[in-house]
């Protein structure tokens, strides 16, 4: 079965503060794809990154930063010097190249206080 | 360009009614994809599309819910004789999909939110 957890459901920071997001992920493929995507209030899923499973490279992107570790089975997400407009629900998915679908963690809020 | 676009954002209806949900995919996109959002909830696939044809319906939870994609671009999701339960985002996802491969990006409309009453 596959599977997508994400353990925080809300997180609360102050402005400037660095947050990790955690995400670990189940699947017996030997190929996957990893993603995170943002849904702020407005409702509409904005994509943020995407990790394919043979690439464990981390990767930064301004103030984010994913880290993936096969063994662990996790792809965990940094946001550093949080801002107020980072405030929204984030969804970790897994997509399986045998089905196409994506499977999608729970979600973690995250409120960041000015 | 555009993004995905997906028309009404809000649906009021009565339990027992017939709705109807359009999503309009980026263009050039091949493949096409529904979810539901319950509150609180990650998104759940419902049904796939490559061109006209759905590649997987297994996520549609009855036979109230279909979807067409009859040329395909736009597609419709429709539901029968709806149920307090079907109350949900009903999000709409498009990607740049070449046959045989099912790896790629998939980009997401703002949603259709459906109340029944």
């Known amino acids: 079965a596959q599977k997508v957890t994400q353990a925080q459901t809300e997180i609360s920071v102050v402005e400037k503060e660095d947050v990790t997001l955690d995400c670990v992920y189940e699947?017996?493929?030997?190929?996957?794809?990893l993603f995170w995507y943002k849904q702020p209030p407005s409702g509409e899923l904005v994509f943020l990154i995407r990790r394919n499973s043979f690439d464990e490279q981390n990767e930064i992107s301004g103030r984010y930063s994913w880290n993936f570790q096969k063994s662990t089975s996790s792809f965990n997400f940094t946001i550093t010097a949080s801002q107020v407009v980072d405030s929204a629900v984030y969804f970790c998915?897994?997509?399986?190249?045998?089905?196409?679908?994506?499977?999608f963690g729970q979600g973690t809020t995250l409120q960041v206080k000015p | 360009g555009a993004g995905v676009s997906q028309t009404p954002s809000n649906k009021v209806t009565e339990k027992g009614k017939y709705v109807e949900l359009r999503c309009d995919p980026i263009?050039?996109?091949?493949?096409l994809y529904w979810y539901r959002q319950s509150l609180g909830q990650g998104p759940e696939f419902l049904i796939y599309f490559q061109g006209t044809g759905a590649a997987d319906d297994s996520g549609l939870p009855n036979d109230r819910f279909f979807a067409v994609r009859p040329e395909g671009s736009v597609s419709t999701l429709k539901i029968q004789r709806t149920e307090r339960g079907d109350s949900a985002v009903y999000l709409c996802?498009?990607?740049?999909?070449?046959?045989?491969?099912?790896?790629?990006?998939?980009?997401f409309g703002p949603g259709t939110r459906l109340t029944v009453l």
């Open positions: 699947t017996r493929d030997t190929t996957y794809y």
């Open positions: 263009s050039g996109h091949t493949a």
């Open positions: 996802a498009s990607s740049l999909q070449a046959p045989r491969t099912l790896s790629d990006t998939q980009y």
């Open positions: 998915a897994l997509l399986s190249s045998n089905t196409g679908k994506l499977i």
